[in-house]
């Protein structure tokens, strides 16, 4: 419980105070580093190990990538749109008009932060 409260209180101040992302500081892979469930810090649920050694690709034309252990989410990612609002740092992933992820995106300390909205889940990434 302890985490949590801390990671809300990281994650608010973040978006509070926290740097506008463009496009160019996201294009190119970014790598898990670490995995955290919100809602459960010192547990991650199995349904979530998929995302362990995954990557995520933003290439400049705005298609996007994932590459992790599920095929099938390879699959429904695979050569998806993405979509930055600079305003709230979030991303947007679409395929045809239909949203398949939105994360939002900070830095804190020199580590960048994906978390996936609706799932708690929270990434430390590293870009290659």
Not at 4 to 10: A, P
Not at 18 to 23: A, E, I, L, R, S
Not at 42 to 61: D, G, I
Not at 90 to 109: A, D, G, V
């Amino acid at each position: 419980m302890k985490q949590t409260i801390v990671v809300i209180l990281l994650l608010t101040s973040s978006i509070l105070y926290g740097q506008n992302w463009n496009k160019e500081d996201l294009i190119g892979i970014w790598k898990v580093e670490k995995i955290m469930d919100m809602r459960a810090p010192s547990e991650m649920p199995s349904e979530y190990a998929v995302f362990l050694n995954s990557s995520f690709e933003f290439k400049q034309n705005n298609t996007f990538n994932l590459t992790s252990k599920a095929k099938r989410l390879n699959e429904m990612m695979k050569n998806s749109h993405w979509k930055l609002n600079s305003n709230n740092n979030e991303i947007l992933i679409q395929r045809n008009k239909t949203r398949l992820m939105t994360i939002k995106i900070w830095k804190k300390n020199e580590k960048t932060f994906f978390i996936i909205m609706g799932a708690s889940l929270f990434l430390e990434m590293r870009k290659n």
